[in-house]
T-cell receptor, first 116, second 110 residues
Framework: DVKVTQSSRYLVKRTGEKVFLECVQDMDHENMFWYRQDPGLGLRLIYFSYDVKMKEKGDIPEGYSVSREKKERFSLILESASTNQTSMYLC???????????????FGSGTQLSVL | EDQVTQSPEALRLQEGESSSLNCSYTVSGLRGLFWYRQDPGKGPEFLFTLYSAGEEKEKERLKATLTKKESFLHITAPKPEDSATYLCAVASYNTDKLIFGTGTRLQVFP
């Protein structure tokens, strides 16, 4: 089974801190994604990556950056955390967006981040 | 603009009381429609992919159907363990990104 592992289940940070959220997948998937999930707003895409060192902005990239130095690892960085970044962060991966049947996402368990 | 709307927002059922969840979509060129289940405090888990109108998929008490404008997730004789939030998402040929609905929170009482 595909496993997507997020490094922290719960995280509490202070305003202005630099925050790193780590995600690792073990199935050699090409694509990795970072979403945030807020009540009433659903899942919103922050950034995604098609390949090592490649990154693309999603719908809400402001205040975030990402890093993909190795194929299996995709990091989300909050350069200066703010209270409006308190949210559930979900990492996901999939083999391909081009091959029919490969588009489904495999999600990690999420990181609940609280910024005080 | 591509859009996905799920209804109802919340649904309370008695065990054994069958019902349906709706996912309406507006997208230019549907590549696929996805259903996910999400338990509290966990990430979504894939259930089904539907690609064309008329297609149906089944898994245990769940059956997903697709028309040109909407998808239904039918739950037959639900059990308390079916309680979860059910998410719908669509992929179009216009974009590489999935568009998610806000989900239906289902509670099944014994």
């Amino acid at each position: 089974d595909v496993k997507v592992t997020q490094s922290s289940r719960y995280l509490v940070k202070r305003t202005g801190e630099k925050v790193f959220l780590e995600c690792v997948q073990d199935m050699d998937h090409e694509n990795m994604f970072w979403y945030r999930q807020d009540p009433g707003l659903g899942l919103r895409l922050i950034y995604f990556s098609y390949d090592v060192k490649m990154k693309e902005k999603g719908d809400i990239p402001e205040g975030y950056s990402v890093s993909r130095e190795k194929k299996e690892r995709f990091s989300l960085i909050l350069e200066s955390a703010s209270t409006n970044q308190t949210s559930m962060y979900l990492c996901a991966s999939n083999p391909s967006l081009d091959r029919v049947g490969d588009e489904k996402l495999f999600f990690g368990s999420g990181t609940q981040l609280s910024v005080l | 603009e591509d859009q996905v709307t799920q209804s109802p927002e919340a649904l309370r059922l008695q065990e054994g009381e069958s019902s349906s969840l709706n996912c309406s979509y507006t997208v230019s060129g549907l590549r696929g429609l996805f259903w996910y289940r999400q338990d509290p405090g966990k990430g979504p888990e894939f259930l089904f992919t539907l690609y064309s109108a008329g297609e149906e998929k089944e898994k245990e008490r769940l059956k997903a159907t697709l028309t040109k404008k909407e998808s239904f997730l039918h739950i037959t004789a639900p059990k308390p363990e079916d309680s979860a939030t059910y998410l719908c998402a669509v992929a179009s040929y216009n974009t590489d990104k999935l568009i998610f609905g806000t989900g239906t929170r289902l509670q099944v009482f014994p």
